[in-house]
């Protein structure tokens, strides 16, 4: 199957602190990519659905502000976590769907907020 | 009432078994379905997707679609400890930027 990195892999921060993460398609043109959290034993939650060059679309109760999304191009996408608090800690995972329609997901980033 | 409820588990069974893992929905317009596996602390690994009713095998693993039943199942023939993870069933309308809907999934644990 198509391959989707994200990085970093595990990031432990203070509160306050802002965090980027990466998602890219690696050998595949992704023409929508989503963002996802998922807290232990539970389902993925979807936060939110963007397009390469455009606003990304966030789903209800997700802070757009707090979350921001750029999908730079067709194979990169990042999230970034500003001002995180300890209720942000969670696995952050990304998912890239390519033109067959095929969605595929990145390994997850672990978001440790002290 | 969730629009996809999966088969909560958690399922163990002896190494060598068939696995019958399931999903129902409710919308009738999905016709993308996606089964996805994974593992602790790892991303969901895409196993097996169809478009709409009928079956498809890969290996070990075979996907079954009823639309009119609203009726997914994967099975896992000659189950291995491998296979211990969480599968996630998933599916999604006929539409380029439509969003999936995944089940809460139900963990596998395969025992030698």
């Known amino acids: 199957g198509a391959v989707v990195s994200q990085h970093p892999s595990r990031v432990i921060c203070k509160s306050g602190t802002s965090v980027k993460i990466e998602c890219r398609s690696l050998?595949?043109?992704?023409?929508?990519m989503f963002w996802y959290r998922q807290f232990p034993k539970q389902s993925l939650m979807l936060m939110a659905t963007s397009n390469e060059g455009s606003k990304a679309t966030y789903e209800q109760g997700v802070e757009k502000d707090k979350f921001l999304i750029n999908h730079a191009s067709l194979t990169l996408s990042t999230l970034t976590v500003t001002s995180a608090h300890p209720e942000d800690s969670s696995f952050y995972i990304c998912?890239?769907?390519?033109?067959?329609?095929?969605?595929?997901f990145g390994p997850g980033t672990r978001l440790t907020v002290l | 009432q969730k629009e996809v409820e999966q088969d909560p588990g958690p399922l163990s069974v002896p190494e060598g078994a068939i696995v019958s893992l399931n999903c129902t929905y409710s919308n009738s317009a999905f016709q993308y379905f996606m089964w996805y596996r994974q593992y602790s602390r790892k991303g969901p690994e895409l196993l097996m997707y169809?478009?709409?009713?009928g079956n498809k095998e890969d290996g070990r693993f075979t996907a079954q679609v009823d639309k009119s039943s609203k009726y997914i199942s994967l099975f896992i023939r000659d189950s291995q400890p491998s296979d211990s993870a969480t599968y996630l069933c998933?599916?999604?309308?006929?539409?380029?930027?439509?969003?999936?809907?995944f089940g809460d999934g139900t963990t596998l644990t395969v025992k030698p």
């Open positions: 998912s890239a769907r390519a033109r067959n329609n095929e969605q595929f």
């Open positions: 050998d595949f043109q992704a023409t929508t």
């Open positions: 998933a599916m999604r309308e006929d539409t380029n930027a439509g969003k999936s809907t």
């Open positions: 169809t478009y709409s009713s």
